[in-house]
């Protein structure tokens, strides 16, 4: 006689993430939180936060790796300019889009901010393979002016 082995059952999280998701919703609608898969929803809750400074974090990253090719990468800036200040105008509307909604990742944002600098100034110097000697290693511009939608660190000059 072969010993019997019981499979464990797939739970409807693993087998139809959305009506999991749909399930759980009713779920907590009725108050019936003695039947609650915890478990999954105590990750996936965990996830969501995660998510959120992933994204943000992200767009942070991508904000300053712009800004720097506005300030320093001058061979490219007469054709590239324009679409520049568009990701720039871009990732500040994400970024105030995330903050509208958790306000708390302001103070994330201040705490990622030197690393994500970092991270952008890589990027940038991929893409323009200038000199990594020319661009400060710690951000020259704040956080503040960053987010600022009236900020860049470079202005065409007015008196031509």
Same mark, same amino acid.
Request: charged share 25%; aromatic share 24%; glycine share 0%.
């Given at each position: 006689m072969e010993p019997q082995v019981k499979a464990k059952p797939t739970s409807l999280y693993n087998a139809d993430y959305q009506l999991w998701l749909e399930h759980t919703a009713a779920q907590l609608k009725a108050r019936d939180f003695g039947n609650l898969d915890l478990e999954n929803l105590i990750e996936e809750i965990e996830s969501l936060g995660r998510s959120e #400074?992933?994204?943000i974090s992200s767009y942070l990253m991508r904000l300053c790796e712009h800004l720097l090719k506005i300030k320093y990468w001058k061979a490219e800036r007469a054709m590239c300019l324009r679409g520049w200040k568009r990701e720039v105008i871009n990732f500040r509307l994400q970024i105030q889009e995330e903050l509208e909604t958790s306000p708390s990742l302001k103070s994330f944002l201040q705490d990622v901010f030197t #690393?994500?600098?970092k991270n952008g100034r890589k990027l940038f110097l991929n893409a323009s393979e200038l000199d990594a000697r020319l661009i400060p290693e710690e951000p020259d511009f704040t956080l503040e002016q960053?987010?600022?939608e009236d900020?860049?660190?470079?202005q065409p000059d007015s008196s031509l």
């Open positions: #400074k992933h994204a #690393k994500q600098y960053a987010l600022d900020w860049l660190p470079w």
